[in-house]
């Protein structure tokens, strides 16, 4: 191992402060990261994103190391997690400059943050991963369904004890070709939903007045196949939502929400929501999408996706593309968007670990 220091990450009042070095390595860590994956600059954070997210400690408080020598930041660590004194999980991301690999940077900042987690009283730390495809044979998740490379991050992963929980499946749809196809399928699920829904579109910042009906649908979420993950998302209110939205407009992301209502009741049932940044204007990226358990069964999540990719169409007529990430084991919603014209492109991981 070379001797490296391993000090707090700062997180400063302004952009315009030296300590915002520290905030430039994680983002320019993640940033190289996501290009090494998806070939492209189209998820990169800009810095006043990336110091938004950090200053913001209301919903997921974060913790930072970074590991550095004679000066230079060779790899970082962040633990965020929820601020519930009766929360387990502990979420885990370290990232080494990728020519300061193994030499034992990864598993020093590693270790301070398993210290960081069990300070906090946590015993369950979760990673994500992401993974370019490639040939041979892969690691599978505990759910038996899906796998990932086994590349480096896997298997530094692994040997540092996480256990590959779940994996999943990241597709791309091509708007281009593929509208006629989707506005069909949109017309045959709505008549099969029936008179008793009807879709709501608006653009972020959510309306006051809808705020606190779309946070109960997002607290839903939990609802999704999570394997043997151990879920823990925290409350969702109004607030919540705005704060959100917030952190999207500091780097200029439009979000688009799709909801379907059930009329007779006044609730939300389904949800779709799109990102559109600047990074790659001719990207949309996929959040959240859901059906309440009780209305599923009347194609409403066929409804409230193609739908929602038709205003995105009509506003957005630079996007081109539309990327997308479900678990493997999460069939329903693979059929859906396998239907619309999705394809797969690539893969992720949710890891976990025990602490002792």
């Known amino acids: 191992m070379i001797d490296v220091t391993v000090r707090s990450i700062r997180v400063p009042h302004s952009i315009d402060a030296p300590e915002i070095v520290d905030l430039e390595a994680v983002r320019q860590l993640r940033n190289a990261h996501a290009a090494h994956v998806h070939g492209s600059s189209a998820y990169d954070l ?29 790899g970082t660590a962040s633990v965020d997690h929820l601020p519930d004194a009766q929360s387990r999980t502990a979420g885990v991301m370290v990232r080494v400059h990728a020519e300061h690999r193994r030499q034992g940077i990864g598993t020093r900042l590693l270790r301070e943050a398993e210290a960081i987690a069990a300070e906090l009283g946590r ?62 399928l949109c017309a045959r699920a709505r008549t099969h939903a029936g008179d008793d829904y009807r879709y709501l579109f608006w653009l972020s910042p959510t309306p006051a007045a809808l705020a606190p009906a779309l946070a109960d649908l997002k607290s839903r979420m939990a609802d999704a196949p999570s394997g043997n993950v151990d879920v823990e998302d925290g409350e969702w209110d109004a607030a919540r939502i705005a704060r959100i939205e917030a952190h999207d407009a500091v780097g200029g992301v439009r979000r688009l929400i799709g909801a379907v209502r059930h009329e007779p009741s006044g609730v939300l049932v389904a949800l779709n929501e799109l990102n ?30 193609c739908a929602t990719l038709a205003r995105l169409r009509e506003l957005f007529p630079q996007v081109t593309h539309v990327e997308t990430y479900n678990a493997e084991e999460n069939e329903p919603m693979l059929v859906i968007n396998e239907a619309i014209g999705f394809t797969p492109v690539s893969c992720a991981g949710e890891w976990q670990k025990r602490l002792s």
């Open 123 to 184: 015993s369950v730390l979760q990673s994500w991963t992401e993974h370019r495809h490639s040939g041979g044979a892969g690691l599978r998740a505990s759910t038996g369904f899906g796998s990932v490379p086994r590349d480096a991050t896997a298997m530094f992963a692994r040997r540092r004890g996480f256990r590959l929980e779940q994996v999943y499946r990241q597709s791309t749809l091509d708007l281009r070709s593929t509208a006629l196809h989707t506005d069909a």
């Open 46 to 74: 800009t810095l006043p994103q990336v110091l938004a997210a950090w200053q913001d400690q209301s919903d997921r408080p974060v913790i930072g190391r970074l590991a550095e020598r004679n000066g230079l930041i060779l």
């Open 276 to 305: 559109v940044s600047p990074a790659d204007p001719t990207i949309a990226h996929q959040n959240d999408t859901l059906v309440r358990a009780e209305h599923r069964g009347r194609r409403l999540g066929t409804w409230v996706k």
